[in-house]
């Protein structure tokens, strides 16, 4: 009987405590790809709230009708923006699909909004960016993607009283200041980092592995996970090396590392650079090496970035959640998608959409889109979205998080049984 290789989040966490996720300001722009559907025009904002209060509940329309304003942000240029457009896809599905159910809060028909923004991966402009959704007062809202930006707009967030869920952020540190607004919906690094090292060692009984990251929150961060799960089950992590979120040229490194003759390399990074690194592992010959890396490289257009690479065939990745087939409305849910947004699906999509979703839950729970009133609710959440039933620990963490490994195989993502 087929099974995917899934990994609880707990029994991970247990494994490897802290470390990073996705993340930083790119140097060079990468072409966007197709663009959505233009946002729909944004409520004028209320002045800014002094600094440290809560925002007073987005409001507007005439005739009865509650304006509801959510925000999201993600990178939307530079070599990250594919993520960030899928991302965005989700929340705009989730807003769409809420406008036709007619719902009211408190007595008002609500009308849903998305405030879209740009953090181009960058950590300084994912805190400008969150304080521009806390002074337009939106509800809550749904982002970031990377670690290196939802960690210090998470403070952010906390200091107006805005909720925010993310759903691609994993670094564990996000959670650990125990801010009541801050939720996340999938899997931690303590799990996917983990899950791959007990693969490699459990699966494939590989003895020598090579790890290499980009220093990023996100990179580093997973990297550690694995190397010090790996060392653990007696691993011998032969090399270590460093890069950047920006690289394009690894031959120095890989070099490096070959002459130590791994039956591996992790990668903790994007897959912005690993996929030129797989073209690079190959001209070096090391066709028989095993590649290895989180969700960041874990994507449809890695297929492309690696252009064609027969060592496309080696990576092993992981991701938060189940495959799209096994979660609970995954396969209908990704042909409304590629309908709408066709060619556009990278990883996280389904988990805006689901977060999106969550905090309307909880507003509709609430009767009320304040967040000073509905959060409460939020943290007690019994939500079934396309991704998973949605609980929350005490600390904001997602309930019984599981991770699944993934593969590739003729130029296609396939889950690993």
Partial sequence: MRRLFVVSGLMAAVLATGCGKKEEAPAAKAPAPAPAAAPAPATAAAPAPAPGAAPAPAAGGGGGELVVKIGHVAPMSGPQAHYGKDNENGVRMAIEELNTQGITINGQK????????????????????????????VAGVVGHLNSGTTIPAS???????????????????LTKPGYKTTYRIIANDNALGAALALYAVDKLKLKNIA??????????????????????????????????????????????????????????????????????????????????????????EIIKLSGGAKVLNNVICAEGGASL??????????????????????IYSPYTYDATFVLVDAMKRANSIDPKVYTAKLAEADYQGVTAKIQFEANGELKNAASTLYTYKDGKKVALD
Avoid: S
């Fill in 325 to 346: 087939a096994k979660m609970p409305g995954g396969t209908a849910w990704k042909e409304k998608y590629d309908k709408k947004y066709p060619n556009q699906f990278q």
């Fill in 155 to 173: 403070k952010v967030y906390n200091d107006c009283g805005i909720p925010h869920v993310t759903g691609a952020a994993t670094n564990p540190e």
């Fill in 110 to 137: 609500a009308r849903f909004e998305i405030q879209a923004e740009d953090d181009a991966a960058d950590p300084k402009q994912g805190t400008a960016a969150a304080q521009k959704l806390c002074d337009a007062k």
């Fill in 211 to 300: 790890v290499i990251d980009d220093r990023t929150a996100y990179g580093q961060g997973v990297a550690d996970i694995f190397a010090k799960t790996a060392e653990g089950k007696g691993v011998k992590i032969v090399d270590r090396q460093f890069t950047t979120a920006q690289a394009t040229d690894f031959m120095a490194i890989l070099t490096a590392v070959k002459a130590k003759k791994p039956d591996a390399i992790f990668y903790g990074g994007m897959d912005a650079q690993g996929g030129p690194m797989l073209r690079q592992v190959e001209q070096l010959g090391m066709g028989n090496v095993k590649f290895f890396g989180g969700d960041g490289i874990c994507t449809q």
